[in-house]
């Protein structure tokens, strides 16, 4: 098989939980945290043994990897720059909260090799950061967004999410005003869902908050009008990118390139195999540093699946799919292009501008 060219490493710590988030994620201590980084460390060397590794990209997501110090992150990256070949690497990528980084921090990231940042801002509105339940301000955000680049990083990306509770159609062209302002080479903007087991769909079900598909359909139409115009190229269904700036680690998960995941609830896919690593940070270290395998879902999926399931993700995309590849779904394609969700052009199938609101239904077709 080839080598495995795309790393994932999750980092489950945040300062503080989010009531909408459905990620595995916790609040640290100092205690769980240095066991943890060593158990991510062994798990990397084993993976070294077992796979061949030679990677192109690596993302740092969670959870907020930029709430580990700095001394915890030079001996994680440190540790991971002995462990791994770098030499083909095209794209480091780390998530941060605009309330975790400083100066110093920014500086040591540039340093140990990472050279993209997703700074999780969601909306330059103090009063929806609130509802959120988020521990940055929008000043901070914008203050973060400077350190950044004055430590040397030329490839930022900004997080957004739109259809907050109480939020007004005119807040979030204020949102986007702000983020061009700024000048990011990116911008992911996605519509807030209520996941079952969190705050918010609790608040939902008991109908504090209530969802509004007109006025989401709002927020996404005026996105996909306002960022193209300003000079981000709608690439995938929530990701803007100037040109030569798209993440290169999504792209390849879009495109069905294997992958390696690293820490608690991380999954991997090589090949037909698919498994995940178990949500439970203490005992996945236990498990990792005593038994070298912390595994607690696995599943081998047929061709037809693994196809069907990137050919799902490749519909999201500006790229589309060859015709050639749609055969089995033949009778799928025509009554989309009926329903004006897609367009054949160039031998390609692309979603249409009604279709991306309807993304997900089409994606249906394929899983």
């Given at each position: 098989?080839?080598?495995?060219?795309h790393l994932y490493f999750h980092i489950p710590f945040c300062p503080k939980l989010c009531p909408y988030c459905s990620f595995y994620v916790e609040v640290g201590s100092a205690n769980k945290t240095t066991r943890?980084?060593?158990a991510l460390l062994r798990e990397v060397e084993l993976a070294t043994t077992t796979h061949d590794v030679q990677p192109r990209t690596i993302y740092f997501g969670g959870g907020t990897p930029s709430a580990l110090s700095e001394a915890q992150l030079e001996y994680l990256l440190g540790g991971l720059r002995n462990r791994l070949d770098l030499s083909q690497l095209e794209e480091w990528d780390f998530e941060a909260n605009p309330a975790t980084v400083r100066a110093p921090k920014a500086r040591l990231l540039h340093s140990l090799g990472v050279t993209r940042l997703s700074l999780g801002v969601q909306s330059w509105d103090d009063a929806l950061l609130q509802t959120l339940g988020r521990v940055h301000s929008a000043a901070q955000a914008e203050e973060t967004f400077h350190v950044l680049r004055e430590?040397?990083?030329g490839n930022l990306n900004i997080d957004l999410m739109f259809a907050v509770p109480g939020q007004?159609?005119?807040q979030w062209e204020a949102t986007l005003s702000k983020t061009i302002a700024l000048q990011p080479e990116h911008v992911s903007s996605y519509c807030l869902t209520y996941e079952e087991d969190t705050d918010y769909f609790r608040?939902?079900?008991?109908?504090?908050?209530?969802?509004d598909d007109d006025r989401d359909v709002a927020f996404f139409e005026t996105t996909m009008q306002v960022l193209p115009a300003a000079g981000w190229a709608q690439y995938e269904i929530s990701n803007y990118a100037r040109a030569g700036r798209e993440s290169r680690h999504n792209q390849a998960y879009w495109r069905g390139a294997d992958y390696l995941g690293f820490g608690p609830s991380a999954f991997s896919t090589r090949g037909l195999h698919r498994w995940q690593n178990i949500p439970d940070t203490a005992e996945y270290s236990r498990r990792i540093l005593e038994t070298g395998t912390a595994g607690s879902f696995e599943e081998h999926l047929t061709p037809a699946q693994?196809?069907?399931?990137t050919l799902a993700f490749a519909m999201r995309t500006s790229q589309g799919v060859a015709a050639g590849e749609l055969t089995p779904w033949q009778d799928e394609m025509r009554e989309f292009q009926e329903l004006g969700l897609l367009a054949e052009q160039d031998g390609r199938f692309r979603l249409t501008q009604r279709g991306k609101?309807?993304?997900?239904?089409v994606a249906e077709a394929f899983v």
């Open positions: 098989m080839a080598a495995v060219e943890f980084l060593d430590a040397g990083f007004s159609v005119a608040r939902l079900t008991g109908g504090e908050f209530r969802q693994r196809r069907g399931e609101l309807m993304a997900d239904s």
